[in-house]
Nanobody
Framework: VQLVESGGGLVQAGDSLRLSCAAS?????MGWFRQVPGKEREFVAG????????DSADFAKGRFTISGVQEKNTVYLTMSGLKPEDTAVYYC????????????????????WGQGTLVTVSS
């Protein structure tokens, strides 16, 4: 399964941005993570197609929304009220094989990762 992300870029604080990620095959769920140099990759938001269950990190609540189309294996991350501290490389991830019992916040749940898309928020 290959993941293709798009939508990153340079924006100003307070702006909005939408990231997209399309998987080449069937997935059980998808997620978004982000990473800055020197720090661990952190969970942003995730979605399980069965039941349409979503989860998001505390910093994302009220500003970021995850959505998607299961039939297209495509997930979106709509970000609003962006802050300079949101600057990071954003990675899309896909849960394909349902191994283990990790919640969507755990990177170990995911089997495939995108190449990442850079989001830069200027002040």
């Amino acid at each position: 399964v290959q993941l293709v992300e798009s939508g990153g870029g340079l924006v100003q604080a307070g702006d909005s941005l939408r990231l997209s990620c399309a998987a080449s095959g069937r997935t059980n769920g998808m997620g978004w993570f982000r990473q800055v140099p020197g720090k661990e990759r952190e969970f942003v938001a995730g979605i399980l197609w069965s039941g349409g269950i979503t989860d998001s990190a505390d910093f994302a609540k009220g500003r970021f929304t995850i959505s998607g189309v299961q039939e297209k294996n495509t997930v979106y991350l709509t970000m609003s009220g962006l802050k300079p501290e949101d600057t990071a490389v954003y990675y899309c991830a896909a849960d394909v094989y349902v191994t283990g019992s990790f919640w969507m916040r755990d990177t170990r749940r995911y089997d495939y990762w995108g190449q990442g898309t850079l989001v830069t928020v200027s002040s």
